[in-house]
């Protein structure tokens, strides 16, 4: 198949070496957009930062979406890309590509919250403290505490296999009424999950339904001890609200993700003596081109072979 990326020059080479794939063409940087129609597989990248707004307003190609028959996106998320490029006639998403490392990421930060490890991290020169303190101020654990999740796809679900080596207890809150997949996993109403939660994972996509999901309210009725990672997107919170709580001495966050991104120069939230900013890593890891080629070849096998695609979008 012939098949058209937005990745760098130099992986038109690789991609055209790829089983399933007879001709590779790089789509140059200002014509990202200017997606060609003469090819049967577009391989995309989301827009970051300005070229989000430049992604969702993008004008049509003429006479779209042509001869394409699968576009596939080298993201998890299906934000951030024009509306028209869903109507082609087969989308599919990275989901899942990305779960383990994220996973990783969510329980280290929630790791180092409850460790406190920037705090007793000795700095040079600075005298030991009196182990006793800690007797009466102790390092918190995660064993017992309760992880509430908020969305339960791959990556939801990879955060709460590891909480539930550290003996955590975990409940989720999903959009379907479907029953939780995991054993160790128990669904439960939004507002509860808010509610119980010491530890709050926000893993969802961002739609219309999940903007400022956890809204003034629901960061009202959290525990002001609870410690927030966001790991989905930045519009899941209402950012404002939460900068309101932090003042009041609520709550904690780690957050991967803000909007938007980058926050602009002098936001309050970085640099919050309660909150913790990432640049959009915690997806990084060593494995990830490899992953997201490996998905790109299943999924060019399974559209010839007629078979349900890997992250299918409808």
Same mark, same amino acid.
């Given at each position: 198949?012939?098949?058209?990326?937005?990745?760098?020059?130099?992986?038109?080479?690789?991609?055209?070496?790829?089983?399933?794939?007879?001709?590779?063409?790089?789509?140059?940087?200002?014509?990202?957009?200017?997606?060609?129609?003469?090819?049967?597989?577009?391989?995309?990248?989301?827009?970051?930062?300005?070229?989000?707004?430049?992604?969702?307003?993008?004008?049509?190609?003429?006479?779209?979406?042509?001869?394409?028959?699968?576009?596939?996106?080298?993201?998890?998320?299906?934000?951030?890309?024009?509306?028209?490029?869903?109507?082609?006639?087969?989308?599919?998403?990275?989901?899942?590509?990305?779960?383990?490392?994220? /996973?990783?990421?969510? #329980?280290?930060?929630?790791? +180092?919250?409850?460790?406190? @490890?920037?705090?007793?991290? %000795?700095? &040079?020169?600075?005298?030991?403290?009196?182990?006793?303190?800690?007797?009466?101020?102790?390092?918190?654990?995660?064993?017992?505490?309760?992880?509430?999740?908020?969305?339960?796809?791959?990556?939801?679900?990879?955060?709460?296999?590891?909480?539930?080596?550290?003996?955590?207890?975990?409940?989720?809150?999903?959009?379907?009424?479907?029953?939780?997949?995991?054993?160790?996993?128990?669904?439960?109403?939004?507002?509860?999950?808010?509610?119980?939660?010491?530890?709050?994972?926000?893993?969802?996509?961002?739609?219309?339904?999940?903007?400022?999901?956890?809204?003034?309210?629901?960061?009202?009725?959290?525990?002001?001890?609870?410690?927030?990672?966001?790991? /989905?997107?930045?519009? #899941?919170?209402?950012?404002? +609200?939460?900068?309101?709580? @932090?003042?009041?001495?609520? %709550?904690? &966050?780690?957050?991967?993700?803000?909007?938007?991104?980058?926050?602009?120069?002098?936001?309050?939230?970085?640099?919050?003596?309660?909150?913790?900013?990432?640049?959009?890593?915690?997806?990084?890891?060593?494995?990830?081109?490899?992953?997201?080629?490996?998905?790109?070849?299943?999924?060019?096998?399974?559209?010839?072979?007629?078979?349900?695609?890997?992250?299918?979008?409808?």
């Amino acid at each position: 198949m012939r098949i058209a990326h937005q990745f760098a020059p130099p992986m038109s080479a690789m991609l055209a070496g790829l089983p399933g794939i007879t001709t590779a063409t790089h789509i140059p940087q200002e014509d990202r957009w200017a997606l060609p129609t003469d090819v049967d597989v577009l391989f995309v990248l989301h827009g970051q930062g300005h070229d989000r707004d430049e992604a969702n307003h993008a004008p049509r190609p003429a006479g779209w979406p042509g001869a394409v028959k699968l576009v596939q996106l080298a993201s998890a998320g299906a934000d951030d890309y024009p509306p028209w490029l869903f109507e082609a006639p087969a989308v599919a998403s990275a989901s899942g590509t990305t779960a383990i490392p994220i /996973g990783e990421y969510a #329980l280290a930060v929630m790791l +180092a919250h409850a460790k406190q @490890l920037a705090a007793i991290t %000795l700095k &040079a020169g600075e005298e030991w403290p009196e182990r006793t303190q800690f007797i009466d101020q102790p390092l918190a654990t995660l064993h017992g505490r309760t992880l509430g999740l908020v969305g339960l796809g791959n990556i939801a679900r990879q955060v709460g296999k590891y909480a539930h080596a550290f003996g955590m207890e975990i409940i989720a809150a999903r959009a379907s009424a479907a029953p939780s997949p995991d054993p160790y996993i128990r669904t439960a109403p939004l507002d509860e999950v808010v509610a119980r939660a010491d530890h709050l994972v926000l893993a969802a996509p961002i739609t219309p339904a999940t903007q400022h999901l956890l809204n003034a309210e629901r960061l009202a009725r959290m525990k002001a001890t609870a410690h927030i990672v966001n790991v /989905g997107r930045g519009g #899941l919170i209402d950012q404002d +609200a939460l900068l309101a709580e @932090l003042d009041k001495g609520r %709550l904690w &966050a780690s957050l991967d993700v803000t909007d938007p991104e980058p926050l602009p120069a002098g936001h309050r939230l970085q640099g919050h003596p309660r909150c913790r900013i990432t640049p959009h890593v915690s997806w990084s890891n060593p494995d990830i081109n490899r992953r997201i080629m490996e998905r790109l070849v299943e999924n060019i096998r399974r559209l010839g072979a007629g078979e349900p695609l890997l992250g299918a979008i409808d």
